[in-house]
């Protein structure tokens, strides 16, 4: 009977250590997909900052060189 209570306990301990590994690669797989995600986000917004700043500058060359036509 000690001899079935030791494999009992390695197939437990084996199948624990097998479900947090499967686990942990989900997480790293998951995490990774929310990086890129980011990535792709920032890159975005980082393309419509860089165009409302040239927007803003355009407008404000423009008010600078027409600034006696609104008064």
């Known amino acids: 009977m000690k001899d079935f209570d030791i494999k009992?306990?390695?197939s437990t301990s084996n199948v624990l250590t097998?479900?947090?590994f499967l686990i942990s690669i989900g997480?790293?797989?998951a995490n990774t997909v929310t990086m890129y995600t980011l990535y792709n986000v920032i890159e975005t917004m980082w393309l419509e900052i860089v165009?409302?700043?040239e927007t803003n500058s355009g407008l404000y060359q423009f008010i600078e060189e027409h600034r006696d036509d609104f008064n």
């Open 18 to 20: 097998w479900i947090i």
């Open 27 to 29: 997480l790293l797989i």
């Open 8 to 10: 009992v306990s390695w």
């Open 51 to 53: 165009q409302v700043k």
